[in-house]
């Protein structure tokens, strides 16, 4: 499988989008996850649709799992917890642009049913340092679940690379 490599305004993107989801939660409000765990992984898809009326899966997603996988904690203890997705999609970004998709989390294989955040695809498409187009939207909460994240599509010939990123709300404190 090929390693996605995502451009440095890609990145730069994402953890402001990130820091801006960290901000919309009050500071001393406990969230609890619906879960209770904070465990994965969780199936990500893109759908047909919005995320108010979505509707069938056309392309599925590598599972959102822990970022490093066993690795050590390090730093502060309130840092908050990140999983990702990344994957490669049979289909050319303007073609998922213009089909009116959104990006959907579900809270796991078993709870396939119970939706925990979602993105419409949309926005401001730009182009990055190497010439590729790319397209960065937010993914809000579903269902109480606390959980937010940020996705990333880039252009690549016929096919898009998707990055998605959540934050896991047992670590928000």
């Not at 490599?5 to 960290?22: C, P, T, V």
């Not at 959980?147 to 928000?172: F, R």
């Amino acid at each position: 499988m090929t390693r996605l490599k995502l451009s440095r305004s890609a990145r730069l993107g994402a953890m402001i989008a990130l820091a801006a989801s960290a901000i919309l939660v009050p500071v001393g409000v406990a969230q609890t996850p619906v879960s209770g765990t904070g465990d994965g992984p969780h199936p990500v898809h893109i759908h047909t649709g919005t995320c108010a009326e979505l509707g069938d899966v056309v392309f599925p997603l590598t599972d959102i799992a822990p970022h490093g996988d066993d690795a050590e904690r390090t730093g502060a203890e309130s840092a908050h917890a990140v999983k990702i997705s990344e994957t490669i999609v049979d289909a050319p970004l303007q073609d998922i642009i213009d089909g009116g998709h959104a990006i959907n989390v579900h809270m796991s294989a078993e709870d396939i049913g119970t939706y925990i955040a979602c993105g419409d695809i949309g926005g401001v498409v730009v182009t990055d340092e190497g010439g590729r187009t790319e397209l960065i939207i937010g993914l809000g909460e579903l269902n109480d679940s606390g959980h937010t994240g940020v996705a990333w599509l880039g252009a690549d010939g016929d096919q898009t690379e998707v990055s998605v990123t959540l934050v896991e709300p047992d670590d928000m404190q």
